[in-house]
């Protein structure tokens, strides 16, 4: 191996605002850049909003341009090329359609691969599960974001070759406080009275959000609490059924949506209530960056959501079949200032300890100095 900086490869779909894509920028903020170097290989050109954080972070990216899954899959000579013209020593890839990719580039130029895993098998399409699962024992080590996500691995490869280990998402708790930013900035934005609490949420607009639920909900506490307001951040393939929703219930000027944000810690600083009622999860991200943010959350338990929160001690959960639950949850904390700040001071301390992002780059370090069996110098 060339001597230098050690030359890693991270291969995704898309640079949106997913929590994978997020992911990305946060954790080459932390990364010891004197050792490693970072390329960031995409393919939906559209979807480049985490695109310019990368590269102010010293990351280099690079998009091989396919519109769908099946051209995405004819890039394998020009991803291999990229690869063999940088000197990349490690691929790191993240969801099925690029991990498939990655490992048969890994294949073609004798590289390791590695993949994280954000979600559990159950919950892809039966052509995505078929060929993820089908091309998984190229791979060197399979990461899963959550001991949910790993023991779906292993469910559905119980035959599984590469390793796989657990490595939690993480937050950067130090950028992600409440108190750098003005609570009122985004409420003087969308016209909300300074005395009004704010029930939000961080989205994507896909089905496994549920936020047509999530507007049902803000109805039902509508009617305990005339005062509150709600605000969902974000934006996706779902935006005009939402839209057509949030009107169908006449909640126009209630429900709040700014569209996608690429900083969003000024809109969680608004927040009072984080509130997911999603039907599958692996770890959100958003999820740990409202918590990082002194939000008191309220959520259904799905997949890895459940390892973050622990019912009456960090937030308040209830089964993804019963989502009504949360309407009485978030009056009952909109009613008491007292328990709605102190499960927000409690969500906070709970990333601190357990899902800290200088743990997770951590132990991805760590992972690819094993991998390359290089000496590690800690």
Not at 44 to 66: D, H, R, T, Y
Not at 251 to 270: C, S
Request: glycine residues 6%.
């Amino acid at each position: 191996m060339k001597t230098g900086k050690i030359k890693i490869l991270h291969i995704i779909k898309s640079l949106g605002r997913g929590g994978a894509e997020m992911l990305l920028p946060e954790t080459l903020r932390l990364h010891d850049t004197e050792s490693f170097e970072f390329h960031y290989g995409y393919f939906l050109p559209w979807k480049n909003q985490m695109v310019e954080s990368i590269e102010n972070f010293g990351g280099k990216v690079v998009c091989f341009n396919a519109s769908n899954n099946i051209i995405l899959l004819t890039k394998i000579w020009q991803v291999a090329r990229y690869v063999r013209q940088n000197e990349i020593v490690l691929i790191h890839a993240h969801l099925p359609w690029a991990g498939i990719l990655a490992r048969l580039v890994g294949k073609l130029v004798n590289v390791p691969v590695v993949y994280t895993e954000h979600n559990k098998q159950e919950r892809y399409h039966r052509a995505t599960r078929f060929m993820n699962l089908l091309t998984m024992d190229l791979l060197r080590m399979v990461i899963a974001v959550s001991k949910d996500v790993e023991v779906s691995v292993r469910r559905y490869k119980p035959r599984l070759k590469p390793a796989i280990r657990t490595i939690l998402n993480g937050v950067n708790a130090e950028e992600f406080v409440k108190e750098k930013f003005d609570r009122q900035d985004k409420r003087d934005l969308l016209g909300i009275p300074s005395g009004s609490l704010i029930v939000g949420t961080i989205a994507v607009f896909r089905f496994q959000k549920r936020l047509d639920v999530w507007m049902e909900l803000a109805a039902n506490i509508l009617k305990k609490n005339s005062l509150v307001h709600f605000v969902i951040v974000g934006d996706g393939p779902l935006k005009d059924d939402l839209i057509k929703k949030r009107d169908a219930l006449g909640l126009n000027d209630r429900i709040h949506m700014p569209g996608l944000e690429k900083e969003v810690r000024p809109w969680l600083a608004t927040f009072d209530i984080y509130m997911m009622c999603s039907v599958f999860e692996g770890l959100p991200i958003a999820l740990l960056e409202g918590m990082s943010m002194g939000c008191a959350v309220i959520s259904t338990d799905a997949g890895g959501i459940k390892e973050v929160i622990r019912h009456e001690i960090d937030g308040l959960l209830c089964p993804v079949n019963q989502p009504g639950e949360l309407a009485e949850y978030a009056c009952m904390l909109l009613q008491n200032e007292h328990l709605r700040v102190a499960y927000g001071k409690k969500a906070r301390n709970r990333v601190i300890e357990q899902f800290s992002l200088k743990t997770m780059v951590a132990e991805l370090e760590q992972v690819y100095i094993e991998i390359l069996g290089l000496p590690n110098n800690e």
